[in-house]
């Protein structure tokens, strides 16, 4: 499986993704532990990819998603954004509504 292939299958087999250096218990940056900070407010689970120990999507997904840095918030197989956006969407309550509007869509269970 080629690494764009790769990427694509991740997006689709998990309705919330982050793509971030480190892991959510011990980010390797500032912006990934801001925006695992605001995703964990909700409660809900999510999947994450460490690109720092995978290369070739680090090297591969922004070219797919044409979207520099990371992190990168994948919502229901959409880029949402890296930690600026995820800070202004959760500050406007936006996130809140994406989030529950993808568990609805995917019929996830939910208290948010």
């Known amino acids: ?3 764009i292939s790769k990427i694509q299958k991740q997006i689709n ?6 793509y971030m250096k480190g892991s959510p ?6 912006f990934s532990a801001k925006a695992v900070n605001f995703l964990s407010f909700f409660k809900v689970r ?3 990819i460490d690109v720092l120990k995978h290369p070739e999507i680090r ?8 979207w520099p840095t990371f992190p990168q918030l994948w ?14 969407l ?13 568990l609805l869509k995917n019929k996830i269970q939910n208290t948010i």
């Open 13 to 18: 087999e998990n309705p919330i993704l982050i």
């Open 46 to 48: 999510f999947a994450y």
């Open 25 to 30: 218990e011990f980010p390797s940056c500032g």
């Open 90 to 102: 959760f500050h406007s309550g936006k996130l809140k509504k994406i989030i529950k509007k993808c």
């Open 75 to 88: 919502i229901s197989g959409k880029l949402i954004g890296g930690s600026d956006i995820i800070e202004d």
């Open 59 to 66: 090297r591969e997904l922004p070219i797919f998603s044409n």
């Open 1 to 3: 499986m080629n690494v």
